[in-house]
């Protein structure tokens, strides 16, 4: 079933962590296995955050070689960095298998991020100025606690609580999904695509990498893809309605914007409240009412429909 | 109109077109026998005994007891504030009662109903009045997708506009519309009327098998099997009293509204009872 919910807050700043944790927490009986964030802070100038991670939560509970390996990728990732001339500004352990790096680097994105991903285990959750990706199993409560999101201030995020359907539970078929290598683009999604696989097929011969097998995935490379070719972010929406076929609502956000898109048989909910100064969107009312407990008008986007917000 | 009466008229509008002999389809529910009106374990309500629930803190189960418990005690008017869009609030109400929620509901609100009188100030979420048998549900403000599913009777009113598959399997009753209705709205309606004031989504009224669907704005595109009928002046006269009753009238006047009904090249009601079928197959 899969919930999803973004917001964002235009001309200023707000705690968007608390307050997309309590959206995704009232849509946790839509996805109990995992949550995630796409958070877009303020960017510090010449800085790229990293979010990165060097094994599943899964495999900290087996072996005893494990926090071994977890610092022997660690070091690996950080050696690499180095090599291609990435200065490591500040660094965080998020999680003793997460982190969250201040990178300053002004060279090829995708080299670096190909290297850094030919490390065992290791996966690029986002790169971004303002992108900060996380995603771990458990509820949004779980999630922000472990990750300290709960005071993160920004101007839009995205989020998801996922009931696995067609891929495992783990964080790699979690979402959103950074798309890759492009700075600050992230997706969640609601639905099934049935082209997946003809899709997937032409963006790899189009030298674009998959994480994971979940159909979700597949829209923020397709939009990336459409980006690099020159489209702006509304004109790749609606491409992807008329292109991609099967149930969905997904929405996306950039380093300025927030967009939803739904399939032509509007299949899948959303509801949407908007004010001058802020927009919040979700699969259910509930989850905007963790943010306005008050009376709202609210409505549902209708079908084939696209919409973008600027920060 | 005065010379018809009733049983003519609704064959005049349309509601026995169908081509039904099987003796199952052709019991009918007699209004005439009080006690089909009501359920033998129903409570009496006073509707002038009034009570009030705050849902702020309940979940949607201990709201709908609490209606339950109120109903017991005879209240025949019940307001509940803070409905907060919780979902499958105000369900499976079977006998008269007067319930206003102070604010929105949210998915699968006020469904498999069969008597009660509703009224939302709010807003509603999907599937709002499913499976709905009688009495009324009126919305101020928007409603989502499948809106009226499966409706069998009574009214459900939305004074603002609905998602998608607006009274799809509609088998009876009447869904009106206050706004604009998304895709699909009417998909295999069977019986019943649709009132759609704004303008329809893509594919109105596919595959219909029966039923009418009136819309007072534009229409994207017809489904398979829907086509424009003749509005006639029964069906004029009331559309005019249905919308005076909840306050809505069509923007360019009933007169101008369009008529959907089934092209029937694509319907295929069962006429025979199973020991029929035996002997024709």
Not at chain 1, 25 to 38: E, I, N, V, Y
Not at chain 2, 167 to 196: E, L, N, P, Y
Not at chain 2, 199 to 206: R, T
Request: glycine residues 12%.
């Amino acid at each position: 079933m899969c919930g999803i919910a973004g917001l964002i807050h235009r001309g200023k700043s707000s705690n968007v962590g608390r307050e997309l944790t309590d959206m995704l927490q009232s849509l946790k009986h839509r996805g109990p296995d995992s949550t995630g964030f796409a958070l877009y802070g303020n960017p510090k100038s010449g800085e790229h955050v990293l979010r990165f991670k060097v094994a599943e939560q899964e495999d900290m509970r087996h072996g005893f070689q494990i926090h071994d390996q977890v610092r022997e990728r660690r070091a690996e990732v950080d050696r690499r960095l180095d090599e291609l001339g990435a200065r490591r500004v500040s660094e965080e352990e998020a999680t003793e298998y997460a982190y969250r790096y201040w990178i300053s680097y002004d060279g090829d994105m995708k080299k670096l991020a190909d290297y850094v991903e030919d490390v065992e285990g290791a996966e690029i959750l986002s790169i971004g100025n303002a992108l900060e990706l996380v995603k771990d199993l458990g509820d949004a409560t779980v999630v922000s606690g472990q990750y300290g999101l709960g005071e993160f201030g920004g101007t839009h995020a995205i989020g998801h609580t996922r009931m696995a359907t067609e891929s495992d539970v783990d964080i790699r078929s979690a979402h959103p999904y950074w798309a890759y290598p492009f700075n600050d683009i992230s997706v969640v999604h609601n639905g099934q695509l049935t082209n997946y696989w003809g899709f997937r097929r032409e963006m790899e011969r189009r030298g674009h990498r998959f994480m994971s097998n979940c159909d979700s995935e597949l829209i923020a490379v397709y939009l990336a893809d459409r980006m690099e070719r020159g489209e702006d972010l509304e004109e790749a929406m609606h491409r992807s309605v008329d292109e991609l076929d099967g149930v969905f609502t997904y929405v996306v956000a950039t380093s300025d914007r927030l967009g939803m898109a739904k399939d032509v048989m509007a299949a899948k909910p959303m509801v949407l409240y908007e004010s001058d100064d802020f927009v919040a969107l979700a699969s259910e009312e509930v989850a905007i009412r963790s943010v306005f407990p008050h009376e709202i008008d609210t409505y549902d986007p209708y079908e084939g429909e696209v919409m973008v917000w600027q920060s | 109109m005065a010379e018809l009466d009733q049983a003519h008229e609704s064959y005049e509008l349309g509601m026995h077109t169908e081509q039904l002999s099987g003796r199952t389809q052709q019991v009918f529910f007699s209004a005439e026998e009080s006690d089909n009106l009501v359920y033998p374990w129903a409570p009496v309500v006073d509707f002038d005994k009034s009570g009030e629930i705050d849902a702020e803190s309940l979940n949607q189960q201990e709201v709908n007891a609490e209606i339950r418990r109120l109903m017991s005690e005879g209240v025949g008017t019940i307001t509940v504030r803070n409905p907060g869009a919780k979902h499958s609030l105000g369900v499976g109400i079977l006998s008269r009662l007067n319930l206003h929620f102070d604010g929105s509901l949210g998915y699968f609100g006020c469904g498999l109903l069969d008597g009660p009188n509703v009224t939302v100030s709010g807003r509603v979420g999907w599937s709002c009045g499913e499976n709905m048998m009688a009495g009324t549900v009126l919305i101020e403000k928007n409603g989502g997708s499948t809106f009226g599913a499966a409706i069998r009777g009574g009214d459900l009113v939305c004074k603002g506009d609905v998602g998608s598959r607006t009274g799809i399997d509609q088998k009876g009753g009447t869904i009106i519309v206050g706004g604009r209705a998304g895709a699909f709205s009417g998909f295999m309606m069977q019986r019943g009327r649709m009132v759609i004031l704004g303008d329809a989504g893509k594919n109105l009224g596919d595959s219909m098998y029966d039923g009418t669907i009136y819309v007072g704005g534009k229409i994207a595109d017809l489904g398979v099997d829907a086509v424009e009928g003749e509005m006639t002046d029964l069906d004029r006269d009331w559309l005019t009293r249905k919308l005076a009753l909840y306050g809505l009238e069509s923007p360019n006047g009933a007169e101008n509204m369009t008529k959907i009904v089934s092209g029937k090249q694509l319907w295929n009601y069962d006429n025979l009872e199973p020991t029929e079928k035996k002997l024709v197959l």
